[in-house]
T-cell receptor, first 112, second 114 residues
Framework: SQQGEEDPQALSIQEGENATMNCSYKTSINNLQWYRQNSGRGLVHLILIRSNEREKHSGRLRVTLDTSKKSSSLLITASRAADTASYFCATNYGGATNKLIFGTGTLLAVQP | DTEVTQTPKHLVMGMTNKKSLKCEQHMGHRAMYWYKQKAKKPPELMFVYSYEKLSINESVPSRFSPECPNSSLLNLHLHALQPEDSALYLC?????????????FGQGTRLTVV
């Protein structure tokens, strides 16, 4: 299976704390993307980092990518109760299409 | 309009029924996807359409039959499903020939096979 692994599987923190999720993958990639899913509904794209980038920021999100270790991390700073959701990394290594292979996911619970 | 619309939101069907899931987008995306997601698991890719032609079939059983009648619509025809096919079915679309681009997902159809 080409599926990536994420850890931790579940994370519970207090509002205002930072949350860090890690993703490891198996093959060379074009890019790595992070998605959020609320209550088993649709996925929302958060951020995309290209294979030649090492770090990227978007608002309270910071993503790093280490292609030598085939790993990425997502940091959410100053978390809010509304950040409670499942977070998935997804690797893109296909050709012209955006064939995404999702990691196992991290369930984040932010306590108010 | 950055929305992918899936209908119906919920579907209950018997093992002998035939039903269809529908997906629509108006972003001009020429790549469209079907994913299947079981509870507490990540989405798993089923099919990819590129320029309305099936380009990837991830060894999906023939009881699932995709169709892309035009560049805005994607259907998934269901026939003789099994209870283990109960899952959330997600449609997505993305720009084609643009590698570093995001995918847009619909809200999914929650399918229950009885």
């Amino acid at each position: 299976s080409q599926q990536g692994e994420e850890d931790p599987q579940a994370l519970s923190i207090q509002e205002g704390e930072n949350a860090t999720m890690n993703c490891s993958y198996k093959t060379s990639i074009n890019n790595l993307q992070w998605y959020r899913q609320n209550s088993g509904r649709g996925l929302v794209h958060l951020i995309l980092i290209r294979s030649n980038e090492r770090e990227k920021h978007s608002g309270r999100l910071r993503v790093t990518l280490d292609t030598s270790k085939k790993s990425s991390s997502l940091l959410i700073t100053a978390s809010r109760a509304a950040d409670t959701a499942s977070y998935f990394c997804a690797t893109n290594y296909g050709g012209a299409t955006n064939k995404l292979i999702f990691g196992t996911g991290t369930l984040l619970a932010v306590q108010p | 309009d950055t929305e992918v619309t899936q209908t119906p939101k919920h579907l209950v069907m018997g093992m002998t029924n035939k039903k269809s899931l529908k997906c629509e987008q108006h972003m001009g995306h020429r790549a469209m996807y079907w994913y299947k997601q079981k509870a507490k698991k990540p989405p798993e890719l089923m099919f990819v359409y590129s320029y309305e032609k099936l380009s990837i079939n991830e060894s999906v059983p023939s009881r699932f039959s995709p169709e892309c009648p035009n560049s805005s619509l994607l259907n998934l025809h269901l026939h003789a499903l099994q209870p283990e096919d109960s899952a959330l079915y997600l449609c997505a679309s993305s720009a084609i020939q643009v590698i570093n681009t995001e995918a847009f997902f619909g809200q999914g159809t929650r399918l229950t096979v009885v």
